[in-house]
């Protein structure tokens, strides 16, 4: 009796083990992508919110230095630990850089609605255009920049 229990737990065990697996592999790219993106886009916030906090210059011009150290340091480790796809070096950082630059087009015009127009917090505001610009980025880098070459 025992043993059919511990048998049946065994078999379910291995059965979730397969799914989350399955599930994994199946979202491997943006899991790891979340992680990637999390890191940069908390060093995008951090930096942005030290250029703002400090005044050092205004909030658009901050947007613009954050988002391209986010955007440099995101290619790099998505190229290296997540699409792993490391020809046409070239080719690539420019297609993601064009794709960082249409993020970094509908950041400002985001931000500049929202702080502008709608008079929210700046902090705030970035907060929400990095969620929406990621999303974009994300579906633009997986089947754009790092599609696999056909061989």
């Not at 064009?98 to 127009?117: E, F």
């Amino acid at each position: 009796m025992l043993a059919q229990v511990l048998l049946n737990l065994s078999k379910n065990m291995e059965t979730l083990k397969n799914k989350v697996s399955n599930i994994y592999k199946r979202f491997r790219n943006l899991i790891v992508y979340g992680f990637i993106g999390g890191f940069c886009a908390a060093l995008d916030f951090a930096i942005f919110t030290l250029l703002c906090h400090f005044e050092i210059m205004p909030y658009l011009f901050a947007n613009v230095i954050s988002t391209h150290i986010g955007i440099f340091t995101s290619f790099l480790l998505n190229r290296s630990y997540n699409f792993k796809v490391k020809d046409k070096t070239l080719l690539r950082f420019l297609s993601f850089y064009a794709v960082g630059l249409i993020g970094l087009g509908l950041s400002s015009i985001l931000l500049w609605l929202m702080v502008d127009k709608a008079q929210w917090n700046k902090l705030v505001c970035k907060l929400i255009t990095i969620v929406v610009v990621s999303l974009v980025q994300f579906v633009l880098n997986k089947y754009v920049t790092f599609k696999q070459s056909k061989q």
